[in-house]
Protein backbone atom coordinates (compact mmCIF):
# COMPACT_ATOMS: atom_id res chain seq x y z
CA UNK A 1 0.00 0.00 0.00
CA UNK A 2 1.81 3.18 -0.79
CA UNK A 3 2.19 5.84 1.28
CA UNK A 4 3.44 9.59 1.53
CA UNK A 5 5.23 11.23 3.81
CA UNK A 6 5.83 14.95 4.00
CA UNK A 7 8.89 16.15 6.00
CA UNK A 8 10.57 19.68 6.27
CA UNK A 9 11.14 22.61 8.86
CA UNK A 10 7.41 23.39 11.08
CA UNK A 11 8.79 27.29 11.16
CA UNK A 12 11.13 29.25 8.46
CA UNK A 13 11.54 32.66 9.04
CA UNK A 14 10.02 35.70 6.71
CA UNK A 15 11.96 36.06 3.30
CA UNK A 16 13.74 32.82 3.05
CA UNK A 17 13.02 29.77 1.09
CA UNK A 18 10.74 26.41 2.76
CA UNK A 19 12.20 23.24 1.60
CA UNK A 20 9.87 20.58 1.79
CA UNK A 21 10.21 16.74 1.06
CA UNK A 22 7.89 13.60 0.27
CA UNK A 23 8.89 10.22 0.65
CA UNK A 24 7.05 7.50 -1.29
CA UNK A 25 6.91 3.90 0.61
CA UNK A 26 5.79 1.12 -0.97
CA UNK A 27 5.41 1.70 -4.84
CA UNK A 28 7.98 3.38 -7.02
CA UNK A 29 8.10 7.01 -7.82
CA UNK A 30 9.75 5.89 -11.11
CA UNK A 31 6.23 5.07 -12.99
CA UNK A 32 4.30 7.41 -15.79
CA UNK A 33 1.18 5.99 -14.41
CA UNK A 34 1.23 8.56 -12.02
CA UNK A 35 1.92 12.39 -11.24
CA UNK A 36 3.06 13.87 -7.76
CA UNK A 37 1.94 16.95 -6.63
CA UNK A 38 2.06 20.05 -4.14
CA UNK A 39 -1.13 21.29 -2.74
CA UNK A 40 -1.84 23.76 0.46
CA UNK A 41 -4.62 24.38 2.94
CA UNK A 42 -4.18 28.53 4.50
CA UNK A 43 -5.53 28.18 7.95
CA UNK A 44 -9.52 27.66 7.84
CA UNK A 45 -9.98 28.05 3.88
CA UNK A 46 -10.24 26.06 0.61
CA UNK A 47 -7.29 23.59 -1.03
CA UNK A 48 -4.68 25.46 -3.12
CA UNK A 49 -3.11 23.33 -6.07
CA UNK A 50 0.65 24.36 -6.18
CA UNK A 51 1.87 21.78 -9.25
CA UNK A 52 3.15 18.55 -10.06
CA UNK A 53 6.17 16.74 -11.46
CA UNK A 54 6.56 13.63 -12.80
CA UNK A 55 9.53 11.20 -12.98
CA UNK A 56 11.00 12.18 -15.79
CA UNK A 57 11.34 15.84 -14.23
CA UNK A 58 8.09 17.46 -16.18
CA UNK A 59 6.38 19.71 -14.62
CA UNK A 60 3.56 22.62 -14.09
CA UNK A 61 3.46 25.28 -11.25
CA UNK A 62 0.75 27.25 -10.18
CA UNK A 63 1.09 30.41 -12.41
CA UNK A 64 0.01 32.18 -8.93
CA UNK A 65 3.23 31.00 -7.44
CA UNK A 66 5.41 30.41 -10.34
CA UNK A 67 7.99 32.86 -9.70
CA UNK A 68 8.93 31.27 -6.54
CA UNK A 69 8.39 27.83 -6.60
CA UNK A 70 10.73 24.97 -8.21
CA UNK A 71 9.55 21.10 -7.74
CA UNK A 72 12.50 17.98 -7.96
CA UNK A 73 12.14 14.44 -7.70
CA UNK A 74 15.17 12.12 -6.81
CA UNK A 75 14.18 8.73 -8.33
CA UNK A 76 17.28 7.07 -6.50
CA UNK A 77 15.20 8.13 -3.00
CA UNK A 78 11.79 7.80 -4.30
CA UNK A 79 11.14 11.23 -3.18
CA UNK A 80 10.10 14.67 -4.95
CA UNK A 81 10.72 17.85 -3.07
CA UNK A 82 8.89 21.13 -3.08
CA UNK A 83 11.27 24.48 -2.77
CA UNK A 84 9.14 27.87 -2.25
CA UNK A 85 11.19 31.19 -2.16
CA UNK A 86 10.93 34.71 -0.55
CA UNK A 87 8.13 33.34 2.04
CA UNK A 88 5.70 35.38 3.88
CA UNK A 89 3.15 34.87 6.77
CA UNK A 90 0.73 34.61 3.59
CA UNK A 91 2.40 31.34 2.36
CA UNK A 92 1.89 29.77 6.58
CA UNK A 93 -0.46 27.05 5.53
CA UNK A 94 -0.92 23.26 5.95
CA UNK A 95 1.67 21.74 3.20
CA UNK A 96 -0.39 18.09 1.70
CA UNK A 97 2.19 16.03 -1.08
CA UNK A 98 -0.96 14.03 -3.34
CA UNK A 99 -0.50 10.96 -6.07
CA UNK A 100 -2.30 11.69 -8.90
CA UNK A 101 -3.61 9.24 -11.28
CA UNK A 102 -2.87 8.82 -15.06
CA UNK A 103 -4.38 6.74 -17.47
CA UNK A 104 -3.90 6.56 -20.74
CA UNK A 105 -2.38 9.94 -20.77
CA UNK A 106 -5.32 11.09 -18.99
CA UNK A 107 -5.45 12.66 -15.25
CA UNK A 108 -7.41 11.31 -12.91
CA UNK A 109 -8.15 12.25 -9.15
CA UNK A 110 -5.07 12.51 -6.51
CA UNK A 111 -5.72 9.27 -4.73
CA UNK A 112 -2.76 8.71 -2.20
CA UNK A 113 -2.16 11.74 -0.07
CA UNK A 114 0.22 12.66 2.75
CA UNK A 115 -0.82 13.63 6.30
CA UNK A 116 0.31 17.04 5.61
CA UNK A 117 2.76 19.44 7.32
CA UNK A 118 2.28 22.43 8.83
CA UNK A 119 4.63 25.28 8.20
CA UNK A 120 4.24 28.67 9.66
CA UNK A 121 6.25 32.10 8.21
CA UNK A 122 7.48 34.26 11.26
CA UNK A 123 10.14 36.90 11.55
CA UNK B 1 -7.54 29.79 -16.50
CA UNK B 2 -10.08 28.03 -15.27
CA UNK B 3 -12.37 29.07 -12.67
CA UNK B 4 -14.01 26.63 -10.55
CA UNK B 5 -17.53 27.18 -8.45
CA UNK B 6 -19.26 25.40 -6.02
CA UNK B 7 -22.66 26.36 -4.44
CA UNK B 8 -23.99 26.38 -2.19
CA UNK B 9 -21.24 26.90 0.13
CA UNK B 10 -22.31 25.66 3.04
CA UNK B 11 -25.67 23.10 3.61
CA UNK B 12 -27.42 21.85 6.91
CA UNK B 13 -28.40 18.45 6.54
CA UNK B 14 -30.28 15.58 8.20
CA UNK B 15 -28.73 11.77 8.92
CA UNK B 16 -30.78 10.40 5.91
CA UNK B 17 -31.44 13.13 3.93
CA UNK B 18 -30.17 13.63 0.30
CA UNK B 19 -27.56 15.94 -0.62
CA UNK B 20 -26.24 17.65 -3.77
CA UNK B 21 -23.41 19.52 -4.65
CA UNK B 22 -22.71 21.78 -7.72
CA UNK B 23 -19.58 22.17 -9.24
CA UNK B 24 -19.35 24.91 -12.33
CA UNK B 25 -16.46 25.35 -14.17
CA UNK B 26 -16.02 28.47 -16.39
CA UNK B 27 -14.58 26.18 -19.72
CA UNK B 28 -15.57 22.84 -21.14
CA UNK B 29 -13.87 19.96 -19.17
CA UNK B 30 -15.46 17.29 -20.69
CA UNK B 31 -15.23 14.58 -17.40
CA UNK B 32 -11.98 15.84 -15.94
CA UNK B 33 -13.39 16.31 -12.66
CA UNK B 34 -12.76 14.79 -9.27
CA UNK B 35 -14.88 15.33 -5.83
CA UNK B 36 -12.91 14.65 -2.83
CA UNK B 37 -14.36 14.57 1.18
CA UNK B 38 -12.17 16.50 3.93
CA UNK B 39 -12.48 15.88 7.62
CA UNK B 40 -11.04 18.29 10.00
CA UNK B 41 -7.08 17.49 10.54
CA UNK B 42 -7.09 14.77 8.12
CA UNK B 43 -5.94 15.00 4.42
CA UNK B 44 -9.00 15.15 2.09
CA UNK B 45 -10.02 11.74 0.10
CA UNK B 46 -10.71 10.77 -3.40
CA UNK B 47 -14.46 9.75 -3.70
CA UNK B 48 -15.10 10.43 -7.12
CA UNK B 49 -12.71 10.81 -10.52
CA UNK B 50 -13.79 11.32 -14.24
CA UNK B 51 -17.20 12.92 -12.96
CA UNK B 52 -18.68 10.24 -12.07
CA UNK B 53 -16.79 6.90 -11.34
CA UNK B 54 -16.33 6.26 -7.80
CA UNK B 55 -13.26 5.63 -6.34
CA UNK B 56 -12.14 1.93 -4.70
CA UNK B 57 -13.90 1.32 -1.46
CA UNK B 58 -15.89 5.01 -1.25
CA UNK B 59 -19.62 3.88 -0.81
CA UNK B 60 -22.27 3.95 -2.84
CA UNK B 61 -24.54 6.62 -1.66
CA UNK B 62 -22.08 8.62 -3.23
CA UNK B 63 -22.50 9.76 -6.93
CA UNK B 64 -21.57 11.92 -9.52
CA UNK B 65 -22.78 13.18 -12.42
CA UNK B 66 -22.16 15.87 -15.28
CA UNK B 67 -20.02 16.82 -18.21
CA UNK B 68 -19.19 19.97 -19.81
CA UNK B 69 -19.15 22.81 -17.43
CA UNK B 70 -21.85 21.40 -15.00
CA UNK B 71 -21.16 19.11 -12.38
CA UNK B 72 -22.77 17.53 -9.30
CA UNK B 73 -22.18 15.61 -6.31
CA UNK B 74 -25.22 13.73 -4.63
CA UNK B 75 -24.89 11.92 -1.00
CA UNK B 76 -28.12 9.78 -0.76
CA UNK B 77 -29.40 8.31 2.78
CA UNK B 78 -26.85 10.79 4.72
CA UNK B 79 -24.80 9.23 6.98
CA UNK B 80 -22.90 10.66 10.51
CA UNK B 81 -19.84 10.21 8.66
CA UNK B 82 -20.68 11.99 5.74
CA UNK B 83 -20.30 15.67 7.29
CA UNK B 84 -17.43 17.24 6.26
CA UNK B 85 -16.46 19.45 3.37
CA UNK B 86 -16.29 18.24 0.01
CA UNK B 87 -14.18 20.12 -3.25
CA UNK B 88 -14.61 19.87 -6.80
CA UNK B 89 -11.05 19.52 -8.94
CA UNK B 90 -10.97 20.36 -12.98
CA UNK B 91 -7.76 17.97 -14.00
CA UNK B 92 -8.96 19.01 -17.75
CA UNK B 93 -5.93 21.17 -18.29
CA UNK B 94 -3.71 22.78 -15.42
CA UNK B 95 -3.63 24.45 -13.27
CA UNK B 96 -5.52 21.76 -11.77
CA UNK B 97 -7.99 24.21 -9.66
CA UNK B 98 -9.79 23.11 -6.54
CA UNK B 99 -13.23 24.65 -5.91
CA UNK B 100 -13.72 26.90 -2.59
CA UNK B 101 -15.49 23.88 -1.08
CA UNK B 102 -19.14 23.40 0.70
CA UNK B 103 -19.68 22.66 4.08
CA UNK B 104 -21.92 19.64 4.81
CA UNK B 105 -23.09 20.32 8.70
CA UNK B 106 -25.59 18.86 11.08
CA UNK B 107 -28.63 20.17 10.74
Known amino acids: QVQLQESGPGLVKTSLTLSLTCTVS??????????WNWIRQHPGKGLEWIGF???????YYNPSLRSRVLMSVDTSKNQFSLRLTSMTAADTAVYYC???????????????WGRGTTVSVSS | DFQVTQSPSSLSASVGDRVTISCRTS??????LNWYQEKPGKAPKLLIYAASTLQTGVPPRFSGSGSGTDFTLTISNLQPEDFATYYCQQTHSPPWMFGPGTKVEVK
Open chain 1, 26 to 35: GGSISTDSYY
Open chain 1, 53 to 59: INYFGNN
Open chain 2, 27 to 32: QNIITF
Open chain 1, 98 to 112: ARLVMFRGAPRGMDV
